[in-house]
């Protein structure tokens, strides 16, 4: 389930895993590319949730765990524990902000090693996903 601060950041339910040192990368990714956020074209929003990714290319294995940063309506970034294999397209399952599991076709834009042994990346949602320009 999803949840949201008094901040309107969407928080991650305490019975999902979240890695202690999580927060810490999260927050020095964040503070390093500030500058960075006033040239996207499309505002994000912090949303802080487990998602599961199911690349198309993985058959069945079971899908890698992502730590979602912040969303828009066509992409969504998240840092993981995995090297991803960019181009390649999948399905992203993640709560929604109001807790209905959401399924989304989605496409590998980033990944690349922020620190020893953690990833941050991000996907580009096949459709536009409206409900993610709604988190206050």
Request: charged residues 25%.
């Amino acid at each position: 389930m999803v949840l949201v601060d008094s901040m309107g950041t969407a928080q991650v339910d305490g019975g999902l895993e979240w890695p202690a040192e999580l927060d810490f990368i999260l927050s020095a990714l964040e503070a390093g590319q500030s500058s960075r956020h006033k040239q996207r074209s499309m505002a994000r929003k912090l949303y802080r949730v487990k998602a599961a990714l199911r690349l198309f290319a993985d058959g069945p294995l079971e899908p890698r765990a992502l730590f979602t940063r912040d969303v828009s309506r066509r992409s969504l970034g998240f840092v993981t524990q995995h090297q991803l294999p960019l181009g390649y397209g999948g399905i992203l399952e993640l709560p929604a902000p109001d807790g209905r599991l959401l399924r989304i076709d989605c496409t590998l834009l980033r990944c690349r090693e922020a620190v020893r042994g953690w990833f941050e990346g991000a996907v580009y949602f096949n459709r536009e996903q409206f409900g993610f320009g709604l988190i206050p």
